[in-house]
């Protein structure tokens, strides 16, 4: 019984970690993929929307916009607003609890008095499956040096570290 128990939680966990899309073009209102949407000539807004973790969900839209910047004929882009969709549990899956109670009592039945107590241990499964997350990313691109602040990237770098080409 726990041999089977364990195989089934690993079974859904690999389940909930797995669940990320392929990173592409956002497909239909409520698909996965990328979405994005020019506001100005160097300012877009690029939106990724997975299920899942949302720290995958935050890399592929980081990588969005270092290919967007690429496609664009920019060399770098700063994140000028982020925002994060979801529950910081968005993982979903699989996701047990404990709790321990305790009680006590006490009465009469028919001539005679009694008291009791008790401890119970329970244990609460949760399979209810991942969560959709999304990350917005409000992006200025440019050319030549990136500026020397937290929220700038070279996009070539970028592209490079989260999905190996250049």
């Known amino acids: 019984m726990i041999r089977t128990l364990a195989i089934a939680t690993a079974a859904l966990s690999l389940a909930a970690c797995a669940s990320l899309a392929p990173y592409g073009p956002q497909r239909g209102p409520n698909g996965q993929g990328y979405s994005e949407q020019r506001i100005e000539s160097d300012r877009y807004r690029v939106t990724y929307r997975g299920v899942g973790a949302p720290g995958p969900v935050a890399d592929m839209a980081l990588l969005r916009a270092a290919d967007l910047t690429l ?3 920019y060399d770098w882009f700063e994140v000028t607003q982020r925002y994060v969709d979801g529950r910081p549990d968005s993982a979903g899956g699989f996701r047990p609890n404990v709790s321990v109670g305790y009680g006590s009592g006490s009465g009469r039945y028919g001539g005679y008095r009694y008291s009791s ?7 609460g499964l949760n399979f209810e499956g991942p969560s959709p997350t999304s990350t917005m990313l409000e992006v200025r691109m440019g050319r030549g040096a990136r500026p020397d602040r937290g929220e700038a990237y070279e996009a070539r770098e970028v592209r490079y570290a989260l999905s190996g080409r250049e």
């Open 71 to 73: 496609e664009q004929g």
């Open 117 to 123: 107590s008790g401890v119970g241990v329970g244990v």
